[in-house]
C-alpha cells in the first residue's frame, strides 16, 4: 500500500518555509535532514514503509526536509543507534521494543507473554495508554511518529520440540540485554544463550544456537528460516515497535510543516500495521508449504503458560513499570472480557 500524498506541497507554496519566528532561519534556508537507523532488513514491508514516508515528504516539501534511512543493523544495534543519537550523529530510530524499552521501559508491559489473549486486547491497551507513552518519550527528548510492530513472536527451533519439557533441551537465542526477554527464560526455565542480534545467523549455522524466536516475517527478513524446522506455538510476546526522533532535530523542522508531516508518518506506519499482520499469517503458510512443521502447544500445558506469564508480568513490576501501571492494564483486559470482547 502507497502513502496518500501529504499535501506538504500546497504548504511549501504558500510559503511556509519562509522565516518563522522563534526558529532557526539559516536552518531553515538549508532544510532539515533527519537521519534514521533500524534494524529492519531492506526489502521488507517495514523499509517499503519507511521509503513511502521518504519519498512523500522529499516530494512534499521539495526536499527542504529529508528522512535519510539506514536500514540492516548498519548503525549498530539499538542501544548503539540511541548512543549515537544522544552525539547528534543519528537523529531517529525505526525501534522494536527493546530500543523502545531503553528509552521508556514501561512501554514493554505492551510485550508481556501471555497476558493478552489476541493483538485487539494489546491495540486497546495500547490505545489506552498512548498519551501517556509519548508524553514519556518527549520528556527523554524524544518524538513519537507511530507505532510500527513486528508481531507476535514464536519459537523456531532446528529439532522438534513438542512441549515445554522439550523446549527446555533446546538451545534458544535470547537478545542480549532485553530484560524482559530474560525474566521471561527464567520463569518458563528455558536455556536463553545471549546474542546481539547480528549474531545470530552465525550461530545458528554454527550451532552455537539451535532455535531462536521471531514473528514468521521477521524470521524470513533476517534469512533465520533456512536454519529451523519447527515452529512452536508458543509465544514470547507480541512484539511491539516505533518511530521516534530526536525532539531537538525534529524542532529544526519549521512548525507549520511539522503536524503534516507527523500526520504522513502515523498514517503510513498505521497501515503497515495491517501489513505485518497479513505479512506474519501469509509466512506461516509459506513456512508450512516449505516443509515447516507447526507445533501447537499441548492443550494440558495451557494453564501453566499462563500461570508462568502472570508471574513475569508480577517479577516486572518494579523493573520496567510500577505495580500500579499493571493494574491498569489488567483492569482494562478485564473490562474487556466481561463485556464479551
Not at 517495514?46 to 527542504?64: F, S, V, Y
Not at 543507534?81 to 525501534?95: D, W
Request: net charge neutral.
Amino acid at each position: 500500500m502507497r502513502a496518500r500524498k501529504l499535501g506538504l506541497a500546497a504548504l511549501v507554496a504558500a510559503g511556509t518555509f519562509a522565516a518563522t519566528p522563534g526558529t532557526d532561519v539559516a536552518a531553515q534556508q538549508r532544510g532539515v535532514t533527519l537521519r534514521i537507523a533500524t534494524q529492519a532488513p531492506d526489502g521488507t514491508v517495514w523499509m517499503d514503509a519507511l521509503n513511502d514516508i521518504q519519498r512523500e515528504i522529499d516530494r512534499g516539501t521539495k526536499g527542504r526536509v529529508a528522512f535519510q534511512f539506514f536500514p540492516n543493523g548498519s548503525q549498530g544495534d539499538e542501544k548503539a543507534v540511541i548512543e549515537r543519537m544522544q552525539v547528534g550523529l543519528l537523529h531517529g530510530g525505526l525501534f522494536t521494543g527493546i530500543g523502545l524499552g531503553e528509552i521508556l521501559p514501561k512501554v514493554r508491559i505492551l510485550e508481556m507473554p501471555f497476558l493478552y489473549r489476541n493483538k485487539e486486547e494489546i491495540d486497546a491497551v495500547k490505545a489506552a495508554l498512548e498519551e501517556e507513552l509519548r508524553a514519556g518519550f518527549e520528556e527523554r527528548g524524544f518524538v513519537f511518529l507511530g507505532w510500527a510492530e513486528v508481531g507476535w513472536a514464536y519459537i523456531f527451533s532446528k529439532q522438534e520440540a513438542r512441549n515445554l519439557a522439550e523446549l527446555r533441551q533446546r538451545k534458544i537465542w535470547v537478545w542480549q540485554g532485553d530484560p524482559l526477554a530474560e525474566r521471561t527464560f527464567q520463569v518458563f526455565g528455558l536455556a536463553g544463550t545471549p546474542l546481539p542480534l547480528t549474531d545470530v545467523l552465525t550461530s545458528l549455522e554454527t550451532g552455537m544456537i539451535d532455535s531462536v524466536y521471531n514473528s514468521p516475517y521477521g524470521l524470513v527478513g533476517l534469512q533465520w528460516h533456512r536454519n529451523v524446522r519447527y515452529m512452536s506455538r508458543m509465544t514470547v510476546g507480541h512484539g511491539t515497535g516505533a518511530l521516534l526522533v530526536s525532539k531537538s532535530e525534529w524542532e529544526k523542522i519549521p512548525p507549520a510543516v511539522r503536524g503534516n508531516i507527523a500526520a504522513a508518518c502515523r498514517r503510513r506506519l498505521d497501515a503497515l500495521l495491517t501489513e505485518v499482520g497479513a505479512k506474519n499469517e501469509q509466512t506461516v503458510t509459506e513456512l508450512q508449504q516449505n516443509g515447516t512443521t507447526i507445533i501447537p502447544i499441548p492443550e494440558e500445558e495451557m494453564p501453566q503458560y499462563l500461570k508462568f506469564g502472570e508471574q513475569v508480568a508480577e517479577q516486572m513490576a518494579g523493573v520496567l513499570y510500577d505495580k500500579a501501571l499493571l493494574e491498569r492494564v489488567r483492569g482494562i483486559l478485564r473490562e474487556r472480557r466481561a463485556g464479551g470482547r
